[in-house]
Structure formats: structure tokens, C-alpha cells
T-cell receptor
Framework: SQQGEEDPQALSIQEGENATMNCSYK?????LQWYRQNSGRGLVHLIL?????REKHSGRLRVTLDTSKKSSSLLITASRAADTASYFC?????????FGSGTRLLVRP | NAGVTQTPKFQVLKTGQSMTLQCAQD?????MYWYRQDPGMGLRLIYY???????DKGEVPNGYNVSRLNKREFSLRLESAAPSQTSVYFC???????????FGQGTRLTVV
């Protein structure tokens, strides 16, 4: 079974709204990463948060990490149509990079 | 900089045929990975190589073999393809201990 599970599986919002997606994982981690995938293409790294960090920002992205609950959230503010994609969390432990099941985000113009 | 290059991009196999998916990276990364992605699903780790000369099983290794030919190249072999192996295969690389992974564009494999 996969290490990370995203919630919700799918999310549809209007352009300009904020999008929040959550990730839960099972084992201890060194860090947690978020990736984006456009329609069947390769994944692109968005942001990394280390296990000793609680919050991190990058542009319109905000990531939080709660290691006691084994969960993370990704917030995309002021969404744009171009943000339409699938978003995956990935956990890194013991040299393995394990991905969650993903959230499909649709941003309507 | 090419990054991570996968070949071929598309392939159709008959059940029972064999083939090797090639992956090469030019970023001097130590770790390399093979994933499969089924429609509407996340990525599942098939095999990984933490460094040149080492390989380890991931979540779904059955039916696959790998070779870390050198630091640049990591190949995935299907010895006897089955329809259940129809998927998109992604190769990725990263430095050890977790900075971002860089992905190839994928190989779309159909087994009929």
C-alpha cells in the first residue's frame, strides 16, 4: 500500500479561490515533498518540508507538516486556470521516495 | 542539460514478449527510481537504486528486473510481459537523502 494518501481525491474551484489538499502518511520520514503533474507528463517538484519544520512558503504555495499526526497540507492561494493538474505528496525514508495517490485539481476560469 | 531521458516514449508488446526500458540522467545523481502509474492513480515504486552498484525492491517489484549499469543509467526489464503491466513508467533521479527528484517524461507501455 502507498505511504501517502491525499484528500480530497478531486477538487474543483473557481479561479481566484484558494485550494487546500491534505496528505497523510504512515511511517517516520526525513522530509515530505509535494509534486505537480500535468496531464500524463512527468512530475515536477514544488516544495520540500523537512521533518523538523512546521510550515514553509514558496510564492503562492504554503505547506504545513504535523509529524505527530503524520499529516501535511498544501495550500495554493489565488488559484489560476494554469494550476489545473494533479498534486502528489511524497515521503522520503530509507532512500525510498514513496508517493501518495494524488489530488486532481480543476481550476475553472 | 537533458535531465532524465527515457526511451522509448511509447511501446506496444504482445503478452509474453520481453523488453527493456532505458533511463539516463546527466545530473550526477546518486539515487535513481522506477515507478509505474496506472490511470487515475498515484505512482508506485517498482525498484530503486540508492547508489551505483545497489538496487532494492520497492512496492511492486514482481515481474520486473533492474540494472544500474553505471551512475548515469538505470534500466527496467520486463522478462515476460503481461496485460497487467500496461501502464505509464517513469524514471526519476535525485541526490541521496531527499532533495527533489527529477522525472523523465514517461514511457507508455501497452501489453496486448
Amino acid at each position: 500500500s502507498q505511504q501517502g494518501e491525499e484528500d480530497p481525491q478531486a477538487l474543483s474551484i473557481q479561479e481566484g479561490e484558494n485550494a487546500t489538499m491534505n496528505c497523510s502518511y504512515k511511517t517516520s520520514i526525513n522530509n515530505l515533498q509535494w509534486y505537480r503533474q500535468n496531464s500524463g507528463r512527468g512530475l515536477v517538484h514544488l516544495i520540500l518540508i523537512r521533518s523538523n519544520e512546521r510550515e514553509k512558503h514558496s510564492g503562492r504555495l504554503r505547506v504545513t507538516l504535523d509529524t505527530s499526526k503524520k499529516s501535511s497540507s498544501l495550500l495554493i492561494t489565488a488559484s489560476r486556470a494554469a494550476d489545473t493538474a494533479s498534486y502528489f505528496c511524497a515521503t522520503d525514508s530509507s532512500y525510498k521516495l514513496i508517493f501518495g495517490s494524488g489530488t486532481r485539481l480543476l481550476v475553472r476560469p | 542539460n537533458a535531465g532524465v531521458t527515457q526511451t522509448p516514449k511509447f511501446q506496444v508488446l504482445k503478452t509474453g514478449q520481453s523488453m527493456t526500458l532505458q533511463c539516463a540522467q546527466d545530473m550526477n545523481h546518486n539515487s535513481m527510481y522506477w515507478y509505474r502509474q496506472d490511470p487515475g492513480m498515484g505512482l508506485r515504486l517498482i525498484y530503486y537504486s540508492a547508489s551505483e552498484g545497489t538496487t532494492d525492491k520497492g512496492e511492486v517489484p514482481n515481474g520486473y528486473n533492474v540494472s544500474r549499469l553505471n551512475k548515469r543509467e538505470f534500466s527496467l526489464r520486463l522478462e515476460s510481459a503481461a496485460p497487467s503491466q500496461t501502464s505509464v513508467y517513469f524514471c526519476a533521479s535525485s541526490q541521496v537523502q531527499g532533495p527533489e527528484a527529477f522525472f523523465g517524461q514517461g514511457t507508455r507501455l501497452t501489453v496486448v
